[in-house]
């Protein structure tokens, strides 16, 4: 004979709903739930787009590095894949740290690999 499944409390599944409804109104709240509302649900660096199934890969950029500056009109924020703000921090902690002198943008080359080549091909005949 089967057994029966024990029907789930009510009132404790009631409570979870509400949690859980809490919780999404907090998030909505947050800087991520504010941006998610201003920006479209698409990467800034690699323009891959989003749905609510994978929401979670879609993660909110602060321009100025900056956690704690969060105007409410977003414009220190930009939406970007897991990827692409991994990538955005990994590039920001290089500058940060390095020690070759960067201007305009460009990284000055400090190593000439073909100083001696001539002297290398002079002596092969």
Known sequence: ???KKPQ???DKLN???TEARRNQELR?????????????????RCARE???KNLAELTVHHKNHDHDDNPS??????LLCLYCHDNEHSRYEET??????????AVVAT????????ALLGNKK
């Not at 909505?28 to 800034?44: F, I, N, T």
């Not at 940060?96 to 943008?105: E, N």
């Open 73 to 78: 009109d977003g414009s220190n924020w930009e």
């Open 28 to 44: 909505e709240q947050s800087y991520r739930g504010q941006a998610l509302k201003l920006y479209p649900w698409v990467c800034g």
């Open 8 to 10: 789930p409390d009510k």
């Open 50 to 52: 989003f749905t609510h």
């Open 15 to 17: 409570q979870i709903v």
């Open 111 to 118: 190593h000439n690999p073909f100083a001696d080549l001539k």
């Open 1 to 3: 004979m089967p057994q």
């Open 96 to 105: 940060r740290f390095s020690s070759v002198s960067v201007k305009s943008g």
